[in-house]
């Protein structure tokens, strides 16, 4: 009798064991953590590189170009309606008989304001010797080299001392000329302005720091 018992109660006891087993949840193994693959680095982007500054030939002094009133087509027009014909030519003959506003014409339309003539004197030269300084002026405003040479080596502050051009040296030496370049012959400014006589020409070099050739320092 007492053996039944035991054998019922373990039965009894079993099947709940069972029973719990089946009802206990389950629980899925969770995976293994995978380390998600770092984004490719991007190589960070350089800062362009600074244009290089613009490099002037020893000696030249260029004044930065000022805007042009007008556009080139227009300027071209008004030498049309004018009877000036677009041409080196025809520029040059302008300059050199003063005439300021055609030659502002002709480098609004893009006429260069360093042109040369045949013996390579610049148009800032042959305005400069004749005393046109509303020429001069508009050629370096328009970018003209003011310490350009010709195959003398003269400068157009070479040519306007000896002619004595009062104006338009002054004109010259606010846009940087150099008073103390020589030429072939080792003639300054100042040495041209003594040998012809231009004496208000020559104070005026040798007050912006023109040597006397004169002196024995």
Known sequence: MVCSRLITIMFVSLGFLISCEKNAP???????????????????????????????????????????????????KKLEEAGLQYTEAAFLENVRNGNATAVEHYLAAGMSPNLQDADTSTALMLAAEKGHTAVVQALIDAGADVNGRDRERNTALTWAAGEGQVETIKALLASGAEVNVENKSGKSPLTQALLYGRTAAADILKQAGARDPRRQD
């Open 26 to 76: 389950t629980t899925s193994p969770s995976p293994p953590a995978t380390s998600s693959p770092a984004p490719p680095q991007t190589a960070a982007k350089e800062a362009p590189a600074a244009a290089p500054a613009a490099v002037q030939k020893e000696g030249s002094s260029v004044t930065p170009r000022k805007p042009f009133k007008e556009t080139a087509d227009e300027a071209r």
